[in-house]
């Protein structure tokens, strides 16, 4: 019988998630002696025993990780024998350096749902259950190593029954952080705005459920943020909730109660039900069916963003409740999630009538996660909640602590250390002080959890992007990376590919090199470097800013790019004649009149000729309004064509005015966009690569996708500007790889 010894090193998802209790029972299971225990680095394993028991050990360790383990990296050494006489875990061992990873949220798991309805165990209706397998991770850690005293549960003293489970290595619940039971954990309470207890615990969810069924708005305090939340089908009471947050057609996400549900709402592919069902539970755009939710939610648009009730608090609300229920993030528009109940009555005074807190701290703020699905990939627009912080390991020399600051709309940032890639959850778009201190607290927060502090900066070329402004203020070496090439970078990353590409990237803005603003882009480019073969034939974006709101002005600037010609003069009449004459100056002077490329930007115009639209109230908007006039049914396309370096395109307006009708403007400029990508990528040898924000037009990529299904895109990383972190580190490792 041959006895021997090996001790493992393992890095990943492995701490936090049942990895310890995992090892513990299989190392018996397989007669094994020997100990595991958590480090900074991840889990240390020392097994000793019949050579063919470890290889089972090894087989079954890999094909039955609990459900939220993923392990990147295991070494493996033989050890002189130690003749251990048992197997057992050893408590966490502290040291100077840290490079564990934090999980972010999760779902509640099925497990506890059953427990949670079964009326004979003891958390028969606890809203706060939760076990190794689910809840929350990120949001309550205040520092690493992820262990109670270290998160906001400190607080709460377990009762025996809870200990005993937590010290269990066979339970469900050993070392589950955030363990609790009704006798010992957090306590709910439900007030009006002035602080006035109303009630506590299930009272409280019933009573708020109740506000929520006589069309009051409420907030209730979720997993990482307030929740905004109303009735969905009160049209009375969305169409206040819009005026009072002067949100006049942004769509609300719908939360419902069980995919039954969502599937009586909407188009269900199998893709976007397991997405859906998912223990990230995302908020998933879905194509609407005929249903009796108010047209307010998503007005003019024809999908909706669904997730399912994730934490067992929604689910008891929805225990007292029939329909669905908007939920969507409480802010002030554009600031942060509020996080906690002096925040809330401050930023949320006169909005919300009445809500439901909680007495444990969220730490770490972070939003629902978005997405869609294309064939059965996903297409990432916001990555938070059940997604990042999220790490990637990387082959690299690279010694270096690096920092991405990433891009000013859509923020997120990404650390390299150690071989490593941290993304971070989305913190916003920086325009705000609220949001600008979120980027500053996210930015402490990973310093504290992995104990870094860069050697290198790495952001944006916009000089007046915050994160730009930040990272040059900070006396450390910077690199910029052009917004674009960024773009491309983070879908190279993905999808490890090193060589060269063709990259289109195309979004609403960003700085090109030449000082203009880009974002209709071609380039070849490998990792280190680019070419900008071919762009939109820049136009001048009358006013700057004011025209990105008013995009009437968007058209009217491409009008006046082109010969004159009697058929504009029904467009023109719309203008007061001294408005008018005060653009034609703009334009003929170029006087605060950037030039632009930005393909986001041709949507705004195409809108506003088909007369859906002439002012956007959020990003994005007129490209979900010409989305869903989208027919199928319509082959034709509009010219626009590559003259040497530039697409052409202003002179399709006419053609638009005469087509009159916006199914068909819209159709006929979808497919001519399918039709330059698909054009361009034939004229190259080279993988085809798209990123950028107008890539979430779905049926934009679909369509692409249809003529060339080889086509890459991103999927596990956020489309839009949520990856240029990840490019600008993509940038930096090239160079040592
Ligand atoms: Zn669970
Ligand atoms: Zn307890
Ligand atoms: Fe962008």
Redesign the pocket.
């Known amino acids: 019988m041959i006895i021997k010894h090996f001790k493992y090193s393992i890095e990943g998802i492995v701490q936090g998630v049942g990895f310890r209790p995992f090892v513990y029972t299989m190392a018996l299971k397989y007669s094994l002696k020997g100990f595991v225990l958590n480090d900074s680095t991840g889990v240390k394993i020392s097994i000793e025993g019949k050579i063919e028991d470890i290889e089972n050990f090894e087989k079954y360790l890999n094909a039955n990780l609990p459900p939220l383990a993923r392990i990147d990296k295991l070494k493996k050494v033989l050890s002189p024998l130690e003749n251990f006489n048992s197997f057992s875990i050893i408590k966490s061992i502290r040291s100077s350096s840290k490079y564990s990873l934090v999980s972010p949220d999760f779902a509640?798991?099925n497990?506890?749902l059953s427990e949670m309805r079964d009326k004979t165990n003891r958390r028969y209706n606890y809203f706060f259950t939760?076990?190794t397998?689910?809840?929350p991770r990120y949001s309550i850690i205040k520092t690493v190593p992820y262990d109670r005293p270290n998160t906001s549960m400190q607080a709460f003293i377990m009762c025996e029954e809870c200990q005993k489970e937590y010290d269990n290595p066979c339970d469900r619940r050993y070392h589950a952080q955030p363990i609790s039971c009704e006798k010992c954990g957090p306590t709910l309470s439900l007030k009006d705005m002035a602080g006035n207890l109303i009630a506590t615990n299930i009272d409280a969810i019933k009573g708020l459920a109740n506000f929520i069924k006589d069309g009051y708005i409420v907030a209730m305090k979720g997993m990482g943020g307030f929740h905004l939340i109303c009735d969905a089908s009160n049209s009375e009471t969305i169409k206040n909730l819009r005026d009072k947050k002067n949100r006049p057609s942004k769509p609300f996400a719908v939360m419902m109660k069980s995919i039954q549900d969502i599937e009586s709402t909407c188009k269900l592919s199998p893709s976007e039900k397991s997405r859906v069902i998912s223990n990230e539970r995302p908020i998933v755009l879905l194509k609407t069916k005929k249903n009796n939710l108010s047209p307010l939610i998503a007005p003019f648009i024809d999908r909706l963003g669904v997730f399912l009730a994730y934490t067992p608090l929604h689910v008891k609300l929805f225990d007292f409740l029939e329909n669905h229920i908007i939920a969507t993030s409480a802010n002030r528009a554009g600031e942060p999630i509020v996080t906690n109940e002096d925040d809330l009555r401050l930023k949320l005074n006169g909005i919300i009538d009445y809500y439901l807190d909680y007495n444990r701290e969220i730490v770490n703020s972070s939003d629902d996660s978005v997405l869609q699905v294309i064939g059965t990939k996903d297409l990432l627009m916001r990555s938070s909640r059940g997604i990042t912080p999220t790490n990637i390991r990387v082959k690299s020399n690279e010694k270096r602590k690096i920092l991405a600051v990433g891009a000013h709309q859509k923020n997120a940032i990404a650390i390299y250390m150690n071989n490593q890639v941290i993304l971070s959850p989305y913190i916003g778009d920086l325009d705000n002080i609220a949001t600008v201190e979120a980027f500053h607290k996210t930015l402490k927060t990973f310093k504290e959890f992995y104990d870094f502090e860069p050697d290198l900066i790495v952001c944006d070329k916009h000089p007046l992007y915050e994160s730009t402004k930040w990272a040059k203020s900070q006396n450390i070496p910077i690199v910029q990376v052009q917004h674009h090439y960024a773009h491309i970078l983070s879908c190279m990353f993905e999808h490890e590919i090193d060589e060269k590409v063709l990259g289109i990237a195309w979004d609403g803005t960003g700085y090109g090199d030449d000082g203009s603003i880009w974002g209709g882009e071609f380039f070849v480019c490998d990792r280190s470097e680019y070419e900008r073969v071919a762009y939109f034939e820049p136009f001048l974006l009358l006013g700057g800013d004011a025209s990105i709101k008013d995009i009437r002005r968007i058209a009217l600037s491409m009008i006046l790019d082109c010969e004159e010609d009697k058929i504009y003069n029904d467009f023109l009449a719309e203008f007061k004649t001294s408005e008018l004459n005060l653009l034609k100056q703009m334009h003929k002077k170029e006087l605060n009149s950037p030039k632009c490329s930005a393909v986001g930007r041709l949507f705004d115009m195409v809108a506003v000729i088909a007369r859906v639209c002439d002012k956007v109230s959020y990003d994005g908007e007129s490209g979900l309004i010409l989305e869903s006039l989208y027919d199928e049914g319509i082959e034709d396309s509009y010219d626009i064509y590559l003259d040497g370096h530039i697409v052409r395109y202003k002179h399709v307006i006419k053609e638009m005015i005469k087509d009159k009708e916006a199914r068909i403007i819209a159709s006929k400029f979808i497919n001519s966009l399918v039709n330059i990508v698909c054009n361009i990528s034939e004229k190259y040898s080279l993988k085809t690569l798209l990123s950028g924000g107008v890539f979430q037009n779905r049926t934009l990529l679909e369509n692409i996708l249809k003529r060339k299904d080889n086509i890459i895109f991103q999927n596990k990383l956020p489309i839009n500007d949520g990856s240029i972190a990840i490019g600008q580190l993509t940038n930096i490792l090239s160079h040592t790889n």
Do not use: A, L
Request: net charge negative; with cysteine; aromatic share 0%.
């Open positions: 509640m798991c497990d506890c939760n076990c397998n689910c809840g």
